[in-house]
């Protein structure tokens, strides 16, 4: 039953339903012990309804509900200032604008004035994430991902051609220049072809310095230049902190931690070398792409494979780069990742490098 209370000193007045229903009961002359036990109410209750007079009261209109303020009512005249502010300075934190609102005269507190502001506050249009694709055979995106086995760290190396997303990957123990050439050349014979250019982070084997940003130019590692020089590709790098403009190597990253290490045992560097190989045919490159709709061997051997560059007549042969067998760490002489391996030579077969730079 509602109750409603009048001024102090007042007596009591009931809820305007039951005033209305006890009058019409009363009025279809039902005695007032059957109304108390219809209404489940007391008859003395009944007795003093009508002694107080509220029966005879104007029931044709519902008695006004008295509300408290709510505090979203007392911050309401406030809204004004908070979202003018916000469509200015987007930013500005709510404890900011609180205090700017106490100075107005706000009497409520702080979280409902958070509440408002998480409701209004300017959210900016993520950016949007533009997919490029590229022609057939013009560009292949690289990248190194590490991966954990009981035996020790490896670094995979990922190359995937941009246009039929053909997978190409291998394990090593360093990520050294000599790492990246002869993955590479690997990657090249897998392909059966070379594509125009090469798409790198800002990987140091790779890219020295990136001073794009200062209006400059990008500078490439010599060496790294002649291995290119070499088999006939350009280099491209990333600008820093766009990686999103490699993502067709990144994604395929975590497919491979996902589809092919985790939840796979491997008896050490050989077992994992060949599951790799098999994973790649009869998986990842036989799969369809979620992006192409199409299994990339299908795609790549239908549209890509013929417009490749021919691969070189033979490996590149660095004159400063020491094969990675002989590079090997040693206990008195640990190498570091990433170090490049320098072969002590006569000056006469650095004469030699000089007027290969010269030429290239």
């Known amino acids: 039953m509602l109750r409603f ?47 107080t007079g509220q029966l005879e009261r104007d029931l044709a209109v519902p008695l006004p509900h008295r509300t408290r303020s709510s505090p979203t009512a007392k911050l309401a005249p406030y809204h004004a200032i908070i979202t003018t502010r916000l469509a200015t300075y987007p ?17 409520g507190g702080l ?10 506050r300017p959210r900016p249009e993520p950016e949007p994430i533009i997919r490029f694709e590229t022609a057939p055979g013009h560009q292949a995106q690289v990248d190194f991902a590490e991966f954990r086995f009981p035996w020790g760290k490896r670094y995979a190396l990922l190359v995937v051609l941009g246009y039929s997303r053909l997978l190409w990957l291998k394990f090593y123990p360093r990520q050294t220049m000599t790492t ?53 590709f350009r280099i491209r790098a990333c600008r820093p902190y766009r990686a999103k403009t490699k993502g067709k190597v990144e994604r395929p990253v975590a497919y491979v ?40 061997r299908i795609r790549f051997e239908r549209d890509e ?30 190498s570091s990742p990433g170090a490049i391996a320098v072969e002590r030579r006569r000056l006469t ?6 007027e290969i730079e010269e030429v290239a």
């Open 91 to 107: 930013e500005l934190s709510a404890v900011r604008l609180y205090d700017e609102c106490r100075a107005a005269g706000y009497p």
């Open 349 to 354: 077969a650095y004469s030699a490098i000089a």
């Open 5 to 51: 209370f009048p001024h102090a000193g007042e007596a009591p007045v009931y809820g305007w339903d039951t005033l209305v229903l006890l009058k019409h009961l009363l009025d279809q002359g039902l005695k007032k012990t059957a109304i108390a036990e219809r209404l489940g109410v007391s008859r003395r209750l009944i007795y003093h309804l009508i002694a």
């Open 180 to 232: 990246v050439i002869n993955g590479l050349e690997e990657a090249f014979a897998y392909f059966g072809g070379v594509p125009a250019e090469l798409l790198f982070d800002q990987m140091k084997a790779v890219i020295i310095e990136d001073r794009r940003a200062q209006g400059e130019k990008l500078l490439e590692n010599p060496e790294f230049l002649r291995f290119a020089a070499h088999w006939g």
């Open 257 to 296: 931690r996902d589809n092919l290490v985790y939840g796979r045992e491997f008896l050490g560097d050989g077992d994992l070398d060949a599951q790799r190989l098999a994973w790649l045919e009869a998986t990842a490159n036989v799969r369809i792409h979620g992006t192409t709709k199409e299994a990339p």
């Open 305 to 334: 494979h013929a417009m490749l560059h021919p691969l070189a007549t033979h490996a590149y042969r660095s004159l400063i780069l020491t094969p990675e067998r002989e590079a090997r760490a040693t206990p008195a002489r640990p």
């Open 111 to 120: 979280t409902q004035l958070k509440v408002f502001v998480r409701q209004v």
